[in-house]
């Protein structure tokens, strides 16, 4: 990713355990939408930890090429698989994804390339959506999974979550990113020279009684409380934002809480015979 790139939520370890929870949370339904096939190659943009990258590489029985900005998260990601004995699925290396660290033989001969929750990070998603095209072999998909920020939805509205939420959106702005690009997935396909096929969305969330309310909700409270200082630069007080974050945790405990909220999901292919 371009060099003035600001990732919001950091590499610290308490995001790093952010966002290992968050994969427990999310894999399943990415994994089923992706539709891995045994023996497809399969390069993930934006890997971060590698979790879902090991995970697509038990589908497809072969390694997954993962790439990854961070020296931190490639470190604790070869670390976790290592404990979980399967370094030997992933192929992480570390390059930005606009300019993706591939061998010149390797262009065009991906059968998959998909990032995730990486698109709202970067100044330019249409550049880093054409490097994906060109990485796969035509007739290959690429498929986008990322956030619209706007969706989410508690009920009954917890006092003070929601303007802080409005915040979290504005950094987003402040750092010359896109808090809305998931409503723009199938556009940057086309723009990028793929062929959309098709899009959806991913529900993330539950209700009071559900098996991952209580993950989604701590998921919500951990982005608040790790965006903090970006949060402050929009106007609002640390007692502000605190008194957000423990009015969310006692909302938790309502017998009528509902979380809604969903990931924005979209695949194109590669057009046949036209170069990207």
């Not at 943009?45 to 020296?71: D, I, K, N, Y």
């Not at 998909?114 to 095209?133: C, I, Q, T, Y």
């Not at 951990?222 to 008194?243: K, N, Q």
Request: contains cysteine; hydrophobic residues 40%.
């Amino acid at each position: 990713m371009a060099e003035e790139t600001f990732y919001v939520h950091g590499t610290d370890p308490a995001e790093q355990k952010r966002l290992t929870a968050l994969n427990d949370l999310m894999n399943e339904a990415s994994l089923r939408e992706l539709g891995l096939e045994p023996h497809e190659r399969a390069l993930d943009v934006g890997a971060g930890l590698g979790q879902l990258t090991r995970a697509m590489a038990r589908q497809t029985r072969v390694p997954v090429v993962g790439v990854e900005r961070s020296a931190e998260q490639i470190a604790e990601g070869l670390r976790q698989a290592r404990a979980a004995g399967e370094e030997n699925l992933i192929d992480l290396r570390r390059g930005d994804a606009e300019k993706l660290p591939l061998a010149n033989d390797e262009w065009g001969s991906f059968d998959v390339s998909h990032a995730r929750f990486l698109l709202e990070h970067v100044r330019d998603p249409l550049v880093v959506v054409k490097a994906m095209v060109r990485a796969v072999r035509p007739g290959g998909r690429i498929v986008l999974e990322d956030d619209d920020h706007s969706l989410l939805r508690l009920w009954p509205e917890p006092r003070g979550v929601m303007p802080i939420w409005s915040a979290y959106m504005r950094t987003y702005d402040r750092a010359g990113n896109d808090p809305y690009v998931g409503r723009r997935l199938v556009q940057l396909l086309h723009q990028a020279g793929a062929v959309p096929r098709r899009n959806t969305w991913l529900f993330f969330g539950g209700c009071s009684g559900g098996p991952n309310f209580e993950g989604f909700v701590r998921n919500l409270a951990s982005i608040l409380d790790g965006a903090r200082g970006p949060i402050l630069a929009t106007g609002f007080t640390d007692d502000e934002v605190t008194s957000a974050i423990d009015s969310l945790r006692s909302w938790e405990k309502r017998p009528d809480a509902g979380f809604w909220f969903a990931i924005s999901w979209a695949a194109g292919v590669r057009p046949l015979g036209i170069a990207v």
